[in-house]
């Protein structure tokens, strides 16, 4: 086995920042209050916490420890079943897809930061150029909600004069330049932060993970202080207990968690594989998702003050102006800070908080594609600067069609369907591989030797009997909403990859159908610690330990 020289974090605070800033993005702001308020307010936490413990959290524990025991990205981690590699392949197309659409949504926040500058805000009034003869500005007893064919300022400004929006998906459209510029600005800026790899990742995220926070606190002060605040709290959080009896509730906070935290996208993979070998991931495993978690109901006391605002402002039911996606980050908030004292301060404080949370789930999405080619070809470590700059170019150029007339609709399409199937698949396999055909006593051993802690019979548990079944219905349920021929190619051009690579690996076995199928899902040879002096350790222990003797609750020897 070849030894390249690994990467690692500075120290164990930069690694959960980098967790934390790829876990805590945009979507803890347009859509979990919107899911929370949907689904029955407070009583919406039960299924969501619930799911969390028995699913979230055992889920993010099992990457980190694959990433960190085998030093290995999404790819290579699937040396410990050779036959499901193809899941890791699926991870890299996955991340490709997302980067492609979620790079252009990150250069609405710049636009807007650049148009907050101008006074009065250019969304505040319909007397400009680009307006119909439906746009209404919000006033008291307004029917702005009420009337779907009334629009408002926001809206055109969002909609006709930065996207230039064409009218479906089928109309592309010519590049909108305002758009393509600022993701050229984006694309940028995320390059100069991740060009040296972890080294200067880590010390960007004590800024760009940690400054989204004080600027929610600044806007939750704010928020509470607002006229008509309290009822939008209230709103977000009045528990509808009957809603517990819909399973489309259950589904909802299921997925949210897989959308939240990230398993499945192979990102915490590639983080915890930065990890020192021994260090015990337990604690931040856990810390990760409730930060994360809290995060969300954070942002959803945020956000529903400020829509109890406009919906007293509007004479309208919160309900009316509560929205999810875009339109709650580029339409109604915008019309919320226009209505504020001050509105230039609050709308660039905002946006600028909402690109930082973008941007650090860039960070950890596109260094987890270069670390799983890398994986595969550890020779390229040596150009790794380069092998950034060309996949970041790669990757810049792929999302141009996203800055389109019709750019919108295909941001839509991808944010929808990409996870759909691929999410839950990923996960499977690695249960699959981890605890099914490499066995529970096996990790268990190399949990043991790995942190020196046992591994807890909850967590395999949790693996081996409660998620697979919570994996297959997240599945059925979430293709029921696919959209479209195009919904169905966007949701399996990723997954196809397990059953292409499986049918490789077949085809190149030797002997009857299931000798090679047994032969295929043996680990390879470069499963384990990626160290030389690791590696023979880890052997040692190994040949201290008779596996089908041993019991699962594991005690290291003295």
């Known amino acids: 086995m070849s030894y390249a020289a690994h990467e690692r974090w500075a120290s ?18 347009w859509r979990f209050p919107y899911l929370c308020y949907r689904n029955g307010g407070g ?21 980190t420890l694959l990433g960190q025991f085998s030093n290995a990205g999404c790819i290579s981690v699937f040396n410990i079943n050779p036959l499901l590699k193809g899941a890791g392949y699926a991870a890299v197309i996955l991340n490709v897809i997302a980067v492609i659409y979620f790079a252009s949504i990150m250069a609405y926040p710049i636009l807007y930061i650049y148009h907050s500058f101008g006074s009065p805000l250019p969304w505040q009034t319909c007397s400009n150029s680009w307006n119909t003869e439906n746009c209404t500005e919000i006033t008291v007893n307004s029917s702005l909600f009420m009337n779907g064919t009334i629009t408002t300022p926001e809206d055109e400004f969002f909609h006709i004069r930065l996207l230039h929006m064409s009218s479906g998906l089928s109309q592309i459209g010519g590049i909108v330049w305002p758009v393509f510029w600022c993701n050229v600005i984006s694309w940028i800026l995320v390059y100069l932060c991740i060009c040296n790899g972890v080294k200067s990742v880590g010390k960007i995220v004590y800024f760009t993970v940690l400054f989204p926070y004080v600027v929610l606190t600044a806007l939750f002060v704010r928020g509470i202080t607002l006229p008509g605040s309290w009822q939008g709290i209230l709103y977000f959080v009045l528990p509808d207990w009957k809603q517990l009896l819909n399973p489309k509730v259950w589904a909802d906070a299921a997925t949210q968690i897989f959308y939240s935290l990230g398993p499945g996208w192979g990102g915490l993979v590639s983080m915890a594989s930065f990890n020192k070998f021994h260090y015990n991931n337990l604690r931040s495993s856990i810390i990760i998702p409730l930060v994360n978690s809290g995060t969300s109901i954070w942002a959803g006391f945020v956000v529903f003050s400020v829509l109890g605002f406009v919906a007293e402002r509007a004479g309208v039911p919160v309900g009316r102006v509560a929205t999810a996606g875009p339109g709650l980050a580029f339409v109604t908030y915008p019309a919320a800070v226009s209505m504020m004292p001050a509105p230039n301060f609050w709308a660039i404080t905002f946006f600028v908080m909402l690109f930082f949370l973008g941007i650090d789930s860039m960070f950890v999405t596109i260094e987890s594609v270069i670390a799983g080619v890398m994986d595969e070809f550890p020779q390229l470590r040596r150009r790794k600067r380069f092998i950034t700059l060309m996949t970041c170019l790669c990757l810049f150029c ?14 839509t399409l991808l944010d929808a369907h990409v996870a759909i199937a691929a999410v839950p698949v990923v996960c499977g396999m690695e249960i699959l591989g981890a605890v099914y055909t490499y066995g529970p006593r096996k990790f268990s051993i190399d949990v043991l030797f790995m942190t020196g802690k046992p591994l807890m019979l909850f967590w395999l548990i949790m693996w081996r009997y409660i998620i697979p079944v919570l994996l297959v219905v997240i599945t059925i349920y979430s293709l029921r909403e696919v959209n479209g021929i195009m919904g169905w190619i966007v949701a399996f051009i990723s997954v196809i990859c397990v059953p292409i690579h499986a049918a490789k690996v077949l085809l190149r076995g030797k002997g009857n159908f299931i000798k090679r199928i047994r032969d295929s899902c043996e680990p390879s040879e470069n499963w384990g610690p990626i160290e030389p002096v690791v ?15 041993i019991p699962l609750n594991l005690t290291k020897p003295n």
């Open 398 to 411: 792929l999302s141009i069609i996203c800055n389109t007339e019709g750019g919108l609709h295909i941001i």
């Open 43 to 63: 009583a919406f936490l039960v299924p969501y916490f619930l799911t969390l413990i028995v699913c979230g959290i055992p889920l993010v524990y099992l990457e």
């Open 12 to 29: 164990q605070a930069e690694y959960l920042l980098s967790c934390l800033g790829y876990a805590v993005g945009i979507g803890n702001i």
């Open 535 to 549: 590696r023979e350790q880890w052997k040692a222990f190994q040949s201290l330990h008779n596996v089908s003797d």
